[in-house]
């Protein structure tokens, strides 16, 4: 026999409050998971619009000689590379020139219509990497063939192998072509390659560096563009904000056009910001979900490890009446909780690792990428959960340590002489400051009264949670009043005595109704987010994952299990601290069914009033904080509707209902019935 | 006080001074001791006897550090109890004192075996795991528990918990034993076998005892007995009234309410079925109040819960106004036990309620419409003492009231019968008796009342007294 084995064996003795506690801390490591999820989403979405992305293009007309495309390509070099060098590749140099005409082609003179189309030579360094070759192989040195793309041949009834003539079309009568051997037949990679996709593509022969010079030189073309294409490099951009390669792209494009060295065209910025807007609007769910579990969770393991403390409380007093220390009491303590905290890290960590093994990137992806400040509040939340958990572990054995074995009262007698000071109905002020918090976040949210971006990411957050949390305050002691007077409706010894458990039953819990009340309310505004993107699909794009939607469902999934852990152990501790109670009734007569169903009543009260107010609180989030977004007449996130609101709720008060009817009648089963008599009398 | 030993050429180990301790109530001051002198010498063993509510608990607790005197000195090796720092009481539980509470259940660890929970006091004393093992199984060898060391308190037989608390509490080898209540429940001959074996134990660990026990035999154990006698004069006016009662007792005209009859009940235990009542018989008429005397296990409250109907017999049968309780059933049965049997135990009524609620609730149960009952319930209160107090929630209410509150809920059906299984357990001796004096009014009205409890004092208030030991009935004669 150890501190460690004694631990061990109280944290064996009360099976149902340790799986609560586990559940509950298990439960409060998922802020941080929901953000390693988004960071994981954001990472993966950032990478699919680097790809979609043809980057940026730095050109400039007219360049006609060598030395003067070599001095073209070292001025993008300098300007650009320095800035963009992590967010794309080195860059690759092109040139395009034309239009020429079909003189001739070995297979035969070329029909009217490809005869009268535009040719243009080209030269791309990176042709190679760009291409998949179907027939012949290109050519690797500078020995003047070409090649082409299939579509493109096949369009102009060129064969591999052909030799193909081309000259301008100014060109004198009896003028020499310039002549060029088709040796290799290809189609693009990527179909996002806009510049070689087929459909568009201009009729078009590639050649290599020396022979585009060359033809230059020979044939003086109209026109001659020479450019430099910097494609995004996907991991390097989502491995950053998008918003910091959008301000690198930025600060290129100005500098090339301060030094007159050319023309940009770049893609990848509106992209990026048409992604950023959808994601925010689409995400920001999400964050305030994450942020409003905090309070939750922090409470819930505040509560559960209470009355996991209680239930031992006795015999912890009684080692201190054996003169063990208050640090070896509270070493007892620590050790169990630290325990319990060991087993829902472990599955914590082991849940993250298999979510780190399939998630883009590997565990390296799940690193927040360039936080932003809601982020960062967030993140800092989601981690001082776990930290503030143990600072209640500590002052909770701490506590435990200085309990006399003497002096220990019963729980429900405790809160039958308490009920004074938390009968207060002052805190109905609270609804005044609360509503004007959430208009606040409505106002800032739909930009209509307040300049935009007036609170901020993290003001937006802080204070649609701080108006949530008091708002639940302030209607808790109403909500009493409510129960006490649907109580009163019920004739029979069953509604009585339900009715007196009612009476200021959200006052004399008021620690468990807060929670039951607020997880509700979480679980609701976050099923309304989800339905309203369900059945609004086309509002998020196809930029953003499908990891918007498993967030949500973890996030009101976890809202569900802390409200029915609340509900459930409320209900088994007072069930238990009522012994007394149900065994002078027992003895009384009253059957143990009528007692089950007092309880029942006494239950369902509870969960329907708790469940409707909590979804109440929820809508009106959810009306504060959700908001449509358009950008260039698109729908990038949908405001809740009708439907998405009434399918969202529903789906919130029937998963709670379902649910908190089998915890109340799992509960009543094992508390109440003939057993409680002789456990009663043996207390005596 | 004189229960005072004057050693003055011996070590003193133990020196009470003037020692008073008032514990204060919702309502009332209640002297538990008052200018107590008390001294014991090294290896010194003392009985403290004394009525209920005497203060002999209090004493053990106060030597035991766990609660701080009002009043006066109390030292043990020197150490002055009440001037000890957090630390030093911790050292001073550890090594010093040893305490065997007398409700056993909460001086054990549930969870625990035998050997475990007498290891737990060693830790931080006895470094060595090995060697606190080694001196735990010699301690529950020399109580006789060498057989039961991978038990569970739960597991163990009335008596062996009582050896069990004993050789938690000399874990440490410290140099004063405290012991409450040690030989209650047990029988002559286990109580005089536990004291001897304790009595050896002590001689060899040179260590002084103070025990709270009763028995014949109880003088050969000790050096010494004090008697503690209770530290308010009580109340002398049952006696006129149970003079009064005794003569109607006599009247043959009397129904018989309740009668048992060779009532036999076995409960299962880890060694099997243990037979708790032993074919017992006996009978309650109108108006007589029967109480049964005996310590905490000797079967009482079993036995009255077979006449309330909340258990089966084995053997025998239990008649309750006529009609055999086992061949009663579904609605017949409740409708008995509803309307003409009520129940008093030391549990509380519901605390949420009011105690007007609480009271008219009972009737409700019993089929009274709800503003009958609600008039119903005033009356009770009003003949309980509580007419003021209707309107509190039952939380706020003293011990006593509640208790009085428990006596209103039973009168309130008009039963025939009331039992009442220790109905004033953890109250003083002067609140105890006034809520017995209420029973016996319910008694003196023409209602049966069958009162179990382990006060003799108490026993005394009823006509006749049946003690019970070892599952037994015998009738005591005054």
């Given at each position: 026999?150890?501190?460690?084995?004694l631990?061990?064996?109280?944290?064996?003795?009360?099976?149902?409050?340790?799986?609560g506690?586990?559940?509950?801390l298990?439960?409060?490591?998922?802020?941080?998971?929901?953000?390693?999820?988004?960071?994981?989403?954001?990472?993966?979405?950032?990478?699919?619009?680097?790809?979609?992305?043809?980057?940026?293009?730095?050109?400039?007309?007219?360049?006609?000689?060598?030395?003067?495309?070599?001095?073209?390509?070292?001025?993008?070099?300098?300007?650009?590379?320095?800035?963009?060098?992590?967010?794309?590749?080195?860059?690759?140099?092109?040139?395009?020139?034309?239009?020429?005409?079909?003189?001739?082609?070995?297979?035969?003179?070329?029909?009217?219509?490809?005869?009268?189309?535009?040719?243009?030579?080209?030269?791309?360094?990176?042709?190679?990497?760009?291409?998949?070759?179907?027939?012949?192989?290109?050519?690797?040195?500078?020995?003047?063939?070409?090649?082409?793309?299939?579509?493109?041949?096949?369009?102009?009834?060129?064969?591999l192998?052909?030799?193909?003539?081309?000259?301008?079309?100014?060109?004198?009568?009896?003028?020499?072509?310039?002549?060029?051997?088709?040796?290799?037949?290809?189609?693009?990679?990527?179909?996002?390659?806009?510049?070689?996709?087929?459909?568009?593509?201009?009729?078009?022969?590639?050649?290599?560096?020396?022979?585009?010079?060359?033809?230059?030189g020979?044939?003086?073309?109209?026109?001659?563009?020479?450019?430099?294409?910097?494609?995004?490099?996907?991991d390097?951009?989502?491995?950053?904000?998008?918003?910091?390669?959008?301000?690198r792209?930025?600060?290129?494009?100005?500098?090339?056009?301060?030094?007159?060295?050319?023309?940009?065209?770049?893609?990848?910025?509106?992209?990026?910001?048409?992604?950023?807007?959808?994601?925010?609007?689409?995400?920001?769910?999400?964050?305030?979900?994450?942020?409003?579990?905090?309070?939750?969770?922090?409470?819930?393991?505040?509560?559960?490890?209470?009355?996991?403390?209680?239930?031992?409380?006795q015999?912890?007093?009684?080692?201190?009446?054996?003169?063990?220390?208050?640090?070896?009491?509270?070493?007892?303590?620590?050790?169990?909780f630290?325990?319990?905290?060991?087993?829902?890290?472990?599955?914590?960590?082991?849940?993250?690792?298999?979510?780190?093994?399939?998630?883009?990137?590997?565990?390296?992806?799940?690193?927040?990428?360039?936080p932003?400040?809601?982020?960062l509040?967030?993140?800092?939340?989601?981690?001082?959960?776990?930290?503030?958990?143990?600072?209640?572990?500590?002052?909770?054995?701490?506590?435990?340590?200085?309990?006399?074995?003497?002096?220990?009262?019963?729980?429900?007698?405790?809160?039958?002489?308490?009920?004074?000071?938390?009968?207060?109905?002052?805190?109905?002020?609270?609804?005044?400051?609360?509503?004007?918090?959430?208009?606040?976040?409505?106002?800032?949210?739909?930009?209509?009264?307040?300049?935009?971006?007036?609170?901020?990411?993290?003001?937006?957050?802080?204070?649609?949670?701080?108006?949530?949390?008091?708002?639940v305050?302030?209607?808790?002691?109403?909500?009493?009043?409510?129960?006490?007077?649907?109580?009163?409706?019920?004739?029979?010894?069953?509604?009585?005595?339900?009715?007196w458990?009612?009476?200021?039953?959200?006052?004399?819990?008021?620690?468990?109704?807060?929670?039951?009340?607020?997880?509700?309310?979480?679980?609701?505004?976050?099923?309304?987010?989800?339905?309203?993107?369900?059945?609004?699909?086309?509002?998020?794009?196809?930029v953003?994952?499908?990891?918007v939607?498993?967030?949500?469902?973890?996030?009101?999934?976890?809202?569900?299990?802390?409200?029915?852990?609340?509900?459930?152990?409320?209900?088994?501790?007072?069930?238990?601290?009522?012994?007394?109670?149900?065994?002078?009734?027992?003895?009384?007569?009253?059957?143990?069914?009528?007692?089950?169903?007092?309880?029942?009543?006494?239950?369902?009260?509870v969960?329907?009033?708790?469940?409707?107010?909590?979804?109440?609180?929820?809508?009106?989030?959810?009306?504060?904080?959700?908001?449509?977004?358009?950008?260039?007449?698109?729908?990038?996130?949908?405001?809740?509707?009708?439907?998405?609101?009434?399918?969202?709720?529903?789906?919130?008060?029937?998963?709670?209902?379902?649910?908190?009817?089998?915890?109340?009648?799992?509960?009543?089963?094992?508390?109440?019935?003939?057993?409680?008599?002789?456990?009663?009398?043996?207390?005596? | 006080?004189?229960?005072?030993?004057?050693?003055?050429?011996?070590?003193?180990?133990?020196?009470?001074?003037?020692?008073?301790?008032?514990?204060?109530?919702?309502?009332?001051?209640?002297?538990?001791?008052?200018?107590?002198?008390?001294?014991?010498?090294?290896?010194?063993?003392?009985?403290?006897?004394?009525?209920?509510?005497?203060g002999?608990t209090?004493l053990?607790n106060?030597?035991?550090?766990?609660?701080?005197?009002?009043?006066?000195?109390?030292?043990?090796?020197?150490?002055?109890?009440?001037?000890?720092?957090?630390?030093?009481?911790?050292?001073?539980?550890?090594r010093?004192?040893?305490?065997?509470?007398?409700?056993?259940?909460?001086?054990?660890?549930?969870?625990?075996?035998?050997?475990?929970?007498?290891?737990?006091?060693?830790?931080?004393?006895?470094?060595?795991?090995?060697?606190?093992?080694?001196?735990?199984?010699?301690?529950?060898?020399?109580?006789?528990?060498?057989?039961?060391?991978?038990?569970?308190?739960?597991?163990?037989?009335?008596?062996?918990?009582?050896?069990?608390?004993?050789?938690?509490a000399?874990?440490?080898?410290?140099?004063?034993?405290?012991?409450?209540?040690?030989?209650?429940g047990?029988?002559?001959?286990?109580?005089?076998?536990?004291?001897?074996?304790?009595?050896?134990?002590?001689?060899?660990?040179?260590?002084?005892?103070?025990?709270?026990?009763?028995?014949?035999h109880?003088?050969?154990?000790?050096?010494?007995?004090?008697?503690?006698?209770?530290?308010?004069?009580?109340?002398?006016?049952?006696?006129?009234?149970?003079?009064?009662?005794r003569?109607r007792?006599?009247?043959?005209?009397?129904?018989?309410?309740?009668?048992?009859?060779?009532?036999?009940?076995?409960?299962p235990?880890?060694?099997?079925?243990?037979?708790?009542?032993?074919?017992?018989?006996?009978?309650?008429?109108?108006?007589?109040?029967?109480?049964?005397?005996?310590?905490?296990?000797?079967?009482?409250?079993?036995?009255?819960?077979?006449?309330?109907?909340?258990?089966?017999?084995?053997?025998g049968?239990?008649?309750?106004?006529?009609?055999?309780?086992?061949?009663?059933?579904?609605?017949?049965?409740?409708?008995?036990?509803?309307?003409?049997?009520?129940?008093?135990?030391?549990?509380?009524?519901?605390?949420?309620?009011?105690?007007?609620?609480s009271?008219?609730?009972?009737a409700?149960?019993?089929?009274?419409?709800?503003?009958?009952?609600?008039?119903?319930?005033?009356?009770?209160?009003?003949?309980?003492?509580?007419?003021?107090?209707?309107?509190?929630?039952?939380?706020?209410?003293?011990?006593?009231?509640?208790?009085?509150?428990?006596?209103?809920?039973?009168?309130?059906?008009?039963?025939?019968?009331?039992?009442?299984?220790?109905?004033?357990?953890?109250l003083d001796?002067?609140?105890?008796?006034?809520?017995?004096?209420?029973?016996?009014?319910?008694?003196?009205?023409?209602?049966a009342?069958?009162?179990?409890?382990?006060?003799?004092?108490?026993?005394?208030?009823?006509?006749?007294?049946?003690?019970?030991?070892?599952?037994?009935?015998?009738?005591?004669?005054?």
């Amino acid at each position: 026999m150890s501190v460690l084995g004694l631990a061990r064996r109280q944290l064996d003795h009360e099976r149902a409050s340790a799986t609560g506690l586990a559940i509950a801390l298990v439960l409060a490591l998922l802020p941080a998971a929901l953000l390693f999820v988004e960071s994981s989403g954001t990472r993966s979405d950032l990478r699919t619009v680097a790809a979609a992305s043809y980057g940026v293009i730095v050109h400039r007309a007219d360049i006609r000689d060598r030395a003067t495309f070599d001095a073209f390509q070292q001025q993008v070099r300098r300007q650009v590379d320095p800035r963009l060098a992590p967010y794309t590749d080195g860059g690759n140099e092109s040139a395009t020139a034309g239009p020429f005409r079909i003189d001739s082609t070995s297979a035969g003179p070329p029909s009217p219509a490809v005869a009268a189309a535009d040719v243009q030579v080209s030269y791309a360094a990176d042709l190679a990497a760009r291409v998949d070759a179907l027939q012949g192989v290109l050519p690797n040195r500078a020995d003047g063939t070409s090649s082409m793309a299939q579509a493109v041949a096949d369009r102009a009834g060129i064969r591999l192998f052909d030799t193909v003539c081309v000259r301008v079309p100014s060109a004198p009568p009896g003028a020499t072509p310039w002549c060029t051997r088709v040796v290799s037949l290809w189609r693009p990679a990527t179909a996002a390659d806009a510049g070689l996709a087929a459909a568009t593509a201009p009729l078009q022969l590639f050649t290599d560096r020396e022979a585009y010079f060359g033809v230059l030189g020979a044939a003086g073309p109209q026109h001659a563009e020479a450019s430099r294409q910097y494609r995004p490099h996907g991991d390097a951009v989502a491995a950053v904000d998008g918003a910091t390669v959008q301000a690198r792209v930025r600060e290129a494009t100005a500098a090339i056009q301060a030094a007159h060295i050319g023309d940009v065209r770049s893609s990848l910025n509106n992209d990026l910001q048409r992604y950023a807007a959808a994601r925010d609007a689409v995400r920001f769910p999400i964050r305030l979900l994450t942020v409003a579990l905090i309070p939750l969770l922090l409470l819930l393991v505040g509560a559960v490890a209470r009355w996991y403390v209680d239930l031992r409380l006795q015999h912890l007093a009684l080692l201190r009446a054996r003169g063990w220390s208050r640090s070896r009491v509270q070493s007892v303590v620590l050790a169990q909780f630290g325990t319990l905290g060991a087993v829902a890290l472990g599955l914590a960590l082991l849940a993250g690792l298999g979510f780190a093994l399939r998630a883009e990137g590997g565990p390296a992806g799940l690193v927040p990428v360039a936080p932003s400040p809601g982020q960062l509040v967030a993140i800092a939340a989601a981690v001082g959960v776990p930290v503030v958990a143990a600072a209640t572990f500590i002052g909770l054995a701490r506590w435990a340590s200085r309990q006399r074995m003497l002096r220990l009262e019963h729980p429900e007698t405790r809160d039958a002489r308490t009920l004074s000071w938390r009968g207060t109905e002052l805190n109905g002020l609270l609804i005044v400051p609360a509503a004007l918090l959430l208009l606040s976040a409505r106002l800032a949210g739909t930009e209509r009264w307040l300049p935009p971006g007036t609170l901020g990411d993290v003001g937006a957050l802080l204070v649609s949670v701080a108006g949530l949390v008091m708002l639940v305050v302030a209607v808790l002691p109403a909500m009493s009043l409510v129960a006490e007077l649907s109580g009163r409706r019920r004739a029979g010894v069953e509604g009585t005595l339900a009715q007196w458990q009612l009476r200021r039953w959200w006052q004399r819990h008021a620690t468990a109704g807060f929670l039951l009340v607020l997880a509700f309310a979480i679980a609701s505004f976050t099923a309304v987010a989800l339905a309203t993107q369900l059945l609004n699909p086309a509002s998020t794009g196809t930029v953003l994952g499908p990891d918007v939607g498993v967030s949500l469902a973890v996030g009101f999934a976890c809202a569900i299990v802390a409200a029915l852990l609340t509900y459930g152990l409320a209900f088994l501790l007072a069930c238990r601290a009522r012994t007394d109670d149900y065994t002078a009734l027992l003895v009384d007569g009253l059957p143990a069914p009528a007692l089950r169903r007092s309880v029942a009543i006494e239950q369902h009260t509870v969960l329907v009033e708790g469940l409707l107010v909590g979804v109440a609180l929820g809508l009106v989030l959810a009306w504060t904080d959700l908001h449509g977004v358009r950008l260039d007449g698109q729908a990038l996130a949908s405001a809740p509707t009708t439907l998405g609101s009434i399918a969202g709720v529903g789906a919130a008060a029937v998963t709670g209902l379902a649910a908190g009817a089998t915890a109340g009648w799992l509960v009543r089963r094992a508390s109440i019935g003939y057993h409680l008599v002789a456990q009663g009398r043996s207390t005596t | 006080m004189s229960a005072v030993a004057s050693r003055s050429n011996e070590k003193v180990l133990v020196n009470v001074r003037r020692l008073t301790h008032v514990y204060n109530t919702p309502t009332d001051e209640l002297i538990a001791l008052r200018e107590l002198n008390l001294q014991l010498i090294e290896t010194e063993r003392i009985a403290i006897v004394g009525p209920s509510g005497s203060g002999k608990t209090t004493l053990l607790n106060i030597l035991a550090a766990l609660e701080a005197p009002s009043d006066g000195t109390a030292s043990v090796a020197g150490l002055d109890l009440a001037a000890m720092s957090d630390g030093e009481r911790d050292e001073y539980r550890r090594r010093e004192v040893g305490y065997a509470l007398q409700r056993v259940e909460l001086g054990t660890l549930p969870r625990l075996t035998a050997l475990q929970n007498v290891q737990v006091p060693m830790i931080g004393v006895i470094g060595s795991a090995r060697r606190r093992r080694d001196q735990a199984m010699e301690l529950l060898a020399a109580v006789g528990l060498s057989q039961r060391l991978d038990r569970l308190p739960a597991e163990l037989g009335f008596g062996e918990r009582r050896r069990l608390a004993l050789a938690v509490a000399l874990a440490n080898h410290p140099r004063l034993l405290l012991a409450d209540e040690v030989t209650a429940g047990l029988d002559d001959e286990a109580a005089d076998q536990l004291l001897a074996d304790l009595n050896t134990l002590l001689r060899e660990l040179e260590t002084s005892a103070i025990i709270v026990a009763h028995g014949r035999h109880l003088p050969r154990h000790v050096d010494r007995i004090v008697p503690l006698p209770y530290p308010r004069p009580v109340a002398a006016a049952p006696r006129a009234r149970r003079d009064g009662t005794r003569g109607r007792d006599a009247q043959p005209s009397r129904r018989t309410v309740l009668v048992a009859d060779s009532v036999s009940r076995w409960l299962p235990t880890p060694e099997g079925p243990v037979e708790v009542v032993r074919g017992v018989s006996f009978h309650v008429r109108e108006g007589e109040m029967v109480a049964i005397l005996g310590m905490s296990g000797v079967g009482k409250s079993t036995l009255l819960g077979l006449c309330a109907g909340l258990d089966e017999v084995d053997a025998g049968r239990i008649t309750l106004m006529g009609q055999e309780l086992a061949r009663l059933r579904g609605a017949a049965r409740e409708a008995l036990l509803q309307h003409d049997l009520s129940m008093v135990m030391g549990v509380r009524p519901p605390v949420q309620a009011t105690a007007e609620e609480s009271v008219a609730i009972a009737a409700r149960i019993a089929g009274t419409p709800r503003e009958e009952a609600n008039r119903l319930a005033r009356v009770a209160l009003a003949a309980t003492g509580l007419a003021d107090q209707a309107t509190a929630p039952l939380g706020r209410l003293s011990g006593g009231e509640q208790a009085r509150v428990a006596v209103a809920r039973a009168l309130i059906r008009f039963p025939k019968l009331i039992i009442a299984d220790e109905p004033t357990a953890q109250l003083d001796i002067l609140t105890s008796t006034d809520i017995v004096e209420l029973l016996r009014e319910a008694a003196d009205s023409g209602i049966a009342v069958l009162l179990a409890t382990h006060s003799a004092v108490l026993a005394e208030i009823a006509d006749r007294v049946l003690v019970m030991r070892n599952g037994t009935l015998q009738e005591l004669r005054r």
